[in-house]
T-cell receptor, first 113, second 114 residues
Framework: RKEVEQDPGPFNVPEGATVAFNCTYS??????FFWYRQDCRKEPKLLMS???SGNEDGRFTAQLNRASQYISLLIRDSKLSDSATYLC??????????????FGQGTILTVHP | EAQVTQNPRYLITVTGKKLTVTCSQN?????MSWYRQDPGLGLRQIYY???????DKGDVPEGYKVSRKEKRNFPLILESPSPNQTSLYFC?????????????FGPGTRLTVT
């Protein structure tokens, strides 16, 4: 089983739709989680951190479910500009390989008019 | 402007010809890292560095070397490139440990090994 897994999609949704992605992780002791956004052939950029209590930033909501070992990203009222690849990241617990980061393979989202 | 720079941005080379991809950040970040990105495999970490003279392997270190002699620079060295190292490479840095801080990525280096 991969350490961090995402449904690669692609997800094709119309403008205004609500879309959700999940990302599962295999190490139950993973410490921190993030969502990054990557536009085509560009560098990834941080979208949001994922907190235990869940967090919201405008149209974006991130949730963490430690019992089932997954994080989620919900996008409401999708815009054309939301079209991108969304990458989830898990960081290991303190100890050996503490600086290692594991990314999921990314979920492709296309928002169409 | 705060940024991570990589050079070259594009490189086509032949099997076995040693090459170095440079990475430099001007934000006084402690943590730096190299990734490769391949279709269907996502971003995979090659090496990372927690600080000067401290480096460690990521998930795919075979065929690569790194050094961290200065805080701002973290070059990636391919001693004998092979075609399976054809990929898009990203360097990234963060002010501290990545579990707590945002990663800032460079613009990427597209490497083709023939």
């Amino acid at each position: 089983r991969k350490e961090v897994e995402q449904d690669p999609g692609p997800f094709n949704v119309p403008e205004g739709a609500t879309v959700a992605f999940n990302c599962t992780y295999s190490n139950s002791a993973s410490q921190s989680f993030f969502w990054y956004r990557q536009d085509c052939r560009k560098e990834p950029k941080l979208l949001m951190s994922v907190y235990s209590s869940g967090n919201e930033d405008g149209r974006f909501t991130a949730q963490l479910n430690r019992a089932s070992q997954y994080i989620s990203l919900l996008i409401r009222d999708s815009k054309l500009s939301d079209s991108a690849t969304y990458l989830c990241v898990a960081t290991p617990p303190r100890g050996t390989s503490y600086g290692k980061l594991t990314f999921g393979q990314g979920t492709i989202l296309t928002v169409h008019p | 402007e705060a940024q991570v720079t990589q050079n070259p941005r594009y490189l086509i080379t032949v099997t076995g010809k040693k090459l170095t991809v440079t990475c430099s950040q001007n934000m006084n970040h402690e943590y730096m890292s190299w990734y490769r990105q391949d279709p269907g495999l996502g971003l995979r970490q090659i090496y990372y560095s927690m600080n000067v003279e401290v480096t460690d392997k990521g998930d795919v270190p075979e065929g690569y070397k790194v050094s961290r002699k200065e805080k701002r620079n973290f070059p990636l060295i391919l001693e004998s490139p092979s075609p399976n190292q054809t990929s898009l490479y990203f360097c990234a840095s963060s002010v501290g440990h990545p579990s707590s801080y945002e990663q800032y990525f460079g613009p990427g280096t597209r490497l083709t090994v023939t």
